[in-house]
Nanobody, 124 residues
Framework: QVQLEESGGGSVQAGGSLRLACQAS????????FGWFRQAPGQEREWVAI????????RYADGVKPRFTISRDDSMSAVYLQMDSLQPEDTALYYC?????????????????WGQGTQVTVSS
């Protein structure tokens, strides 16, 4: 199975940008759809963005469109989340996750493999 490790989190002021990275190992990344999820204190984890295997299709949660962009580079076994115009409500622990299903790629409940998360804090 694939192992995932996130990086790139940090503290920024409102309006700033961050780029999160997710490094996959243990299995070819091309075998998976990838998603970014986040969990704020006291709230349930929510999906943020998903990218399919070919990278031809992406989907975003309403609250992050068009500020966030998900991408992947399978030559590097990496997935990225570019976050622009960050707002305090984006503060959360951000997780990378992988889903081996093609037909259920865009079903957030089918993400089986998870990283440990990277913290993003946005101050006003």
């Amino acid at each position: 199975q694939v192992q995932l490790e996130e990086s790139g989190g940090g503290s920024v002021q409102a309006g700033g940008s961050l780029r999160l990275a997710c490094q996959a190992s243990g299995h070819p990344s091309i075998s998976y759809c990838f998603g970014w999820f986040r969990q704020a204190p006291g709230q349930e984890r929510e999906w943020v963005a998903i990218i399919n295997r070919s990278a031809r299709e992406t989907r975003y949660a309403d609250g992050v469109k068009p500020r966030f962009t998900i991408s992947r580079d399978d030559s590097m076994s990496a997935v990225y989340l570019q976050m622009d115009s960050l707002q305090p409500e984006d503060t959360a622990l951000y997780y990378c996750a992988a889903n081996p299903s093609v037909s259920l790629c865009f079903d957030p409940s089918n993400y089986k493999y998870w990283g440990q998360g990277t913290q993003v804090t946005v101050s006003s």
